[in-house]
Structure formats: C-alpha cells, structure tokens
C-alpha cells in the first residue's frame, strides 16, 4: 500500500509532467506557426482524399497545400506520401494520415451497434485497441470513429454504425473506443479517436440519410449531447460535423454547438473537421450563396479542417485579405491541427516499417478477441427449448447469410478482406465435418424464389435445420434507409416452408438494424440475432448455438412490431395519456360511436409496446433479482446512491447478466422520461450461483437541463428498478431534498 506522502509525489510529478508537456507542445506550436505564412496554414486546414497516384499530389505536398489525406491504405504509400510531405515542403510538417475504421481494420469487429449489445466496454477497448494497431502499423494515425449518433429510427441505416437509443451506454461506448483507438498513454500505436457526427446526424426526419432534424435545446442537451460530452472528457483527439442542419442551422456552420458549447462550455481542445464536402453541401441547404461563402461560415463558425470541399485552400487567403476571416481564426484551426501532429508523435517519427505491419494483420490473438466480442454480441430473442444444441446431428444449414464472406462484415468494413471471414457454413463444416448439407435456398437477402422443394427436401433428411436470414451489407450504413424492415426478399417464405416441415428450425439474423421480425418468429423455434457479427461471426454463433458460450447480448436499440411503430424508444416521456392497455381494432364494433374519453397514446392496430423492448436477452439459463434496496430513502444532490441486490442464476447453465439500473424522476420543471438507464454490470454466475451486488450512482448523474437551461439535480420523488431489461422490475422510491 502506498504512503499517502508517495501518492502526493507521484501525483505532483504527474500534474508536472502533464503540464509540461502541455506546455511544450504549445512551445512548439508557436514556433512553427511564427514560421508559416498564410498559405501555409491554410495548407494545414486542408484534407483531400488520396486513392490512386502518390505522384498526382506531389505538387500541393511540396506547396504545403495538404494537411491531411484519407483513404490510402498501402503503407509504401503512405511513407511516399509523408516522405513529400516531410522532405520536399518547406515546413517539413508531417501528414494526419485518416481512415474509417469504424469496427476494425483488416481483422473486423461486430458492427459497432453489435458492440454495444454487448453491454462490456473493456472489451469493445479491447477491440478498438486491436483496430488501433493493425491500421497504425499501415501508417493510419486517424480514425472517424466512434459514430455516437443517438439513433431512435431503425429505418435510418446509419443505426449500425453507432451505439442505439440510449445515451449512458452511448458515452460508455464512446469512452471505450476513444482509449481503444488513442491507447491510455500516446504512442506510436495511438490512432486519434474522432467523435462524430457532431451533432443530432440520427434524429434525420423520417430515418431518411442527410434529412433535416428538429431537436429543441432541452433535448439536445439531455439526449444527443451528453455522449459527445463524454467523449471530450475520454480525451478525443478530433470530431466531425454533420451533414443535417438542425432547425435550419447545418451543423458545420453553426457557431452555438462548434464554439459556444464544443469550445466554451466543454474546453475541446482538438481538431474539428467536416464531414465529406458537408461545408459544400451548406449551399445545397440553401445557408451560404457558394464555395466561398460557405467556407467562411464554416471556418467562423469553427471548422478547423475541410474535407473534399476544397473550400478553405480555394477562398480563405481571399477572405482573410478582405477580412472576412480574421488571421487569429486561422492560427487557431492550425495549432487544433498541429496539437494532433504532435500529441500522435508524428514530427518525431512518420514513417512506418512497412515489414512490420504485415504480421500485425490478423494475428491469432485478433481474431480471437473479435470472436469474443462477436460471442457477447448476438441477443438470443427466442428460445422454446431447441438451444443449445447437442451433439453433432444432420444440420442443414439453409439461408443467404449461412456462407456470405462480404455480408458477414457488416458496413464500414472497407478493409476487412472477406477472404478472412470465416462464416457460418465453413465454422460448422470445421466442427461437424460430413454432418452438414448446405443448400442456400437464397443467393442474398433480397432474392426471390416461388418454391423450395430442393431446401425443404433436405430439411426432411436433417435432425435440425439452421437458417441464416437478414440483410447484405450494403443494405444499412450511410445513404442506405429503409422504410419497410421485414426480412427482403423471400426469407420469410422460406423460414416458413421450413417450419411446415416440422424439424427443429433455428434462425440466425445478421443485419445493420433491428429489423421487424414479428411475423417470422413463429416459423422459428429459436432465434439469434448477430446483427453483422464480423470476421469471426461464424464460429462465434456455432460456439453460442452449440452452448459453448452462453448468449449474453442486450438490445441497444427497441425492436418494433411494424415501422409503422417508429420511431418508438424506451426512455420516452410518460405523456398526459401513459398506455394503459386499450381498445384494439378488432374489437371495436361497427359503426361505434366516436369518443376518445380514456382513451391513450397507442396504435389501435399494433398497441404501445415494441416487439422487444432495449436491453432485452434472454439466456440459456434464467436470473432473478431480488433483495432490491436502497442504502437511504432520502438524499441530497452530493450523496451517491447504493443499490444493493441479489443476483441469482436459477437455471442450469452457466451464464452472465447484464443487470441494468433505470431511474425516474417523476416531477421536473420539464417532463422527464419514463426512466433512464443510469448504471449495468455484467455478471458472470455459475448455475445456481446467487450473489449481492452493489452498484454506486452518484446523484449528480441524475442532473438534466430545465427550463432555466442550467444543468441541475431537481429534489423531489423518484424511482429505480434494477432489472434485466427496460420493461421489467419494480420500482424502488427514494427521494432527494
Ligand atoms: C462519410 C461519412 C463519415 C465518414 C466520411 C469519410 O460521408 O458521413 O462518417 O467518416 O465520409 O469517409
């Protein structure tokens, strides 16, 4: 045990060391911008995406027109580009080399919407972490990840890339990535995090991709906010603007969230950049006349870096001669940008050991931790008895996601090389060899057939059938909206045909969203979700299938019965008519009189509930909670709350829970959500294991921002559950005075 008086030294040498080099990177900061002339520094602020010809660029790298390039991956390249760059421009100051990788590089994780349903940030760092040194030995030191777009619309494809509905588990994610992709301490492995897209991207009207959104400040503040917050505080070296304006104001000319809040109120000390071309798009908005005018907008209102629109190397020296643009505005997007350089090492050393790199790609150890991670994704939604599955039978392994390399990674895997991916069918051949027949039934998610005797033919001759169902790839992600999510094409057919057949039928669905699958579950008698699981999906489900790994996953997002639902999430307000389970369709009579006297807030055709509500799993085993109980009844706004309960495993598997702790506050200046997830734990139990558990929660985490827009604890009455999902427990009051 350390002496307090050695904690007090190593504390006071750390707060040196971190000042001091606090202190001489903004030395060396000044020094080079007393060196730049204005072209220079706008050189600084330009990004331009690298494909192709390092030769094509030589000319603006030698003028310092470049400050950073995206998606080139050949690290012989990359040195090419940074050895221009280093050597035969004035300056000599080094590239930020970018890329998306967004749920790893060559080795490819769940989608990051799969990663935070495994409700386990250690090891969604872990998997950053392996991103982070497969893409920094290629010479990448800059990533657009993690996407921390709060998403309450699964017709939005976007909903894969990011962290679901929920913003505590949203933070939790984004500060897991953040050390991931950065490494706790700088070094050469540190990939800078960039938080994005900055801000409301996934609260687009209708989930239509780029659209317009409306978000009022109490919710921006207490929703879409606080993730990106988290992120500043987890030390995010960058962050991205949106395409969408906000209430007619595009994100990357707004002044109010890029200064007043990212800079004033948060203390953001890195580099800010746009979007693809979003600076460009802002005349599309109809907010600036052209390049010219948008690009002062954008670097006023505190854009450091333009990406593709070429906006800033065209018109800012023109506009800083006019004065339009004041030259301390650019000195301060150049030194956000030199911080980066600097804090990434990147003056000392930019250039990789090309040899080096290749053994790093797809080690043993990698593979390993994405199979993991794929393990803990998948949410088992149904279970009649069928899982786990015993022994080595006759499996027919039917479906367009069985044996589909491509698919399996999921969106924003541009480097994940399908070669790699081991699928479903190739697990299972491995495992079962001469115990599977394969018959696709589908080419992909979207094909169509009008009979399947060949599938349901080989149904007759298996013990148990495994149908892989769901999306291609392509079907979620950036631009890729949907306004109808059941299955495409003619899975739901086939599942059906194979469920007439009457042999044990388990489905597997690996998507970017949760898609509707109400109308499927029938034909199943069980079903995985994996949503993309990555490179190692298929051994990660046939371990989970076979009860090697007990499935753990968590919804991080509300599944709907219909779209028509949408957008439908847990933490909503209680509203002035809270559903109380009414009149549905089929039983009003004909011509019924007309009254809404008690009536509520719901579908007369689909009722108020989801098909599956957030952080809902079930397990091969069964949990209950019980000896729920507060350490007070009354607190004040500096006590931290204990919650203290019994966790107990009453199955006969071993398993892990995700116990999740939600509160409401049930009178506020503003109406406050029905509840909110402000704690989980993971908790691993062997069966008929019981243990007491505490989890702590400070009653400053309870603080949202009022009508006065000041963020604050309000006293009054308030409830807590603990629980294996949003929709179950009992509520727990306490109150704060
Ligand atoms: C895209 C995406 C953004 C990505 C960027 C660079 O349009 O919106 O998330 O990081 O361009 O590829």
């Known amino acids: 045990m350390h002496s307090f008086r050695t904690l007090l030294v190593a504390f006071a040498a750390g707060l040196l060391l971190s000042c001091s080099s606090q202190d001489v990177t903004e030395k060396q900061i000044d020094q080079l911008l007393a060196k730049m002339t204005l072209a220079e520094k706008i050189g600084q602020m330009n990004q331009v995406s690298a494909g192709g010809d390092v030769a094509n660029y030589a000319e603006a790298l030698r003028k310092g027109q470049i400050g950073s390039i995206l998606n080139e991956v050949d690290p012989v390249k990359i040195n090419e580009f940074q050895r221009i760059a280093v050597t035969e421009s004035r300056l000599g100051i080094p590239l930020l080399v970018a890329r998306d990788v967004i749920h790893g590089f060559h080795t490819v994780y769940p989608i990051p919407l799969g990663l935070a349903a495994t409700f386990d940030p250690a090891l969604v760092e872990e998997g950053a972490r392996v991103a982070a040194l497969e893409a920094t030995a290629q010479g990448i030191r800059w990533t657009f990840s993690p996407m921390l777009d709060i998403a309450r619309d699964p017709r939005w494809g976007r909903m894969a890339e990011g962290s679901g509905e929920d913003p505590y588990l949203d933070a939790c994610m984004a500060e897991a990535m953040i050390y991931g992709y950065q490494g706790r301490t700088a070094d050469s492995t540190s990939m800078a995090a960039c938080i994005k897209h900055f801000v409301g991207y996934g609260a687009a009207e209708g989930g239509r991709d780029y659209n317009s959104t409306l978000i009022p400040e109490h919710l921006l503040r207490n929703v879409y906010l606080p993730p990106f917050e988290a992120g500043v505080q987890a030390g995010a070296m960058t962050l991205m603007t949106s395409f969408n304006d906000n209430d007619g104001v595009p994100s990357t000319g707004n002044t109010y969230i890029l200064k007043d809040i990212l800079r004033n109120e948060w203390g953001f000390d890195g580099l800010v950049v746009t979007d693809w071309n979003s600076m460009g798009e802002m005349i599309n908005h109809g907010f600036g006349a052209d390049r010219k005018d948008v690009a002062e907008k954008a670097v006023n209102a505190g854009v450091d870096m333009d990406m593709m629109t070429m906006g800033f190397i065209s018109h800012l020296e023109e506009l800083v001669k006019s004065g339009a643009v004041k030259e301390k505005t650019i000195d301060n997007a150049v030194r956000n940008i030199l911080r980066v350089k600097i804090k990434l090492g990147l003056f000392e050393n930019p250039y990789i050991d090309v040899e080096a790199s290749k053994p790093v790609q797809y080690a043993p150890e990698h593979l390993a931790s994405a199979q993991k991670t794929a393990e803990e994704a998948a949410i088992l939604l149904k279970n009649n008895g069928v899982l786990p599955l015993k022994g080595s039978r006759r499996i027919l392994v039917t479906g367009p996601l069985a044996d589909a390399p491509h698919d399996q990674l999921g969106t924003w895997a541009f480097d994940g090389e399908k070669a790699h991916t081991v699928t479903p069918l190739k697990a299972l051949q491995e495992r079962f060899p001469g115990q599977v027949e394969f018959v696709p039934g589908l080419r992909y998610s979207r094909d169509y057939r009008d009979r399947f005797d060949d599938v349901v033919a080989a149904a007759r001759r298996a013990d148990v059938v495994l149908a892989f169902l769901g999306e291609e790839a392509i079907l979620s992600g950036e631009a890729h909206s949907l306004a109808d999510l059941n299955l495409k094409g003619s899975q739901s057919e086939l599942l059906s045909a194979l469920k007439a057949t009457g042999k044990p039928v388990v489905a597997v669905v690996m998507a970017g969203r949760p898609l509707t699958i109400e109308r499927d579950l029938p034909n199943a008698d069980a079903l995985l979700y994996s949503f993309h699981p990555g490179t190692m999906g298929g051994p990660a489900l046939v371990n989970l299938l ?85 350490d007070k009844d009354t607190y004040k706004v500096d006590d931290t709350i204990t919650v203290n309960f019994i966790l107990t495993n009453t199955g006969a598997y071993d398993g892990t829970e995700v116990a999740q702790v939600y509160v409401r506050d049930l009178v506020g200046s503003i109406a406050r959500p029905v509840k909110e997830l402000k704690a989980f734990e993971r908790v691993s139990l062997k069966a008929g294991e019981s243990r007491t558990l505490s989890v702590k929660i400070p009653v400053k985490e309870l603080a949202f921002y009022g009508l006065d827009g000041k963020k604050k604890v309000e006293p009054g009455d308030f409830q807590l559950w603990v629980a294996g999902d949003s929709a179950s427990g009992t509520p727990v009051p306490f109150a704060i005075h």
């Open 546 to 630: 076979w009860g090697d790994v007990n499935p753990s996953g968590k919804t991080p997002v509300t599944f709907l019965r219909t779209v028509g639902q949408a957008p439908m999430y847990y933490n909503h307000n209680m509203t002035g008519r809270p559903y109380s389970g009414e009149l549905l369709l089929d039983a009003i009579q004909p011509e019924a009189g007309q009254t809404s006297l008690g009536n509520t807030s719901y579908y007369l055709d689909y009722g108020a509930y989801p098909l599956f509500p957030f952080g809902y799993g079930l397990s091969y085993t069964s949990f209950a909670y019980s000896a729920i109980g507060l």
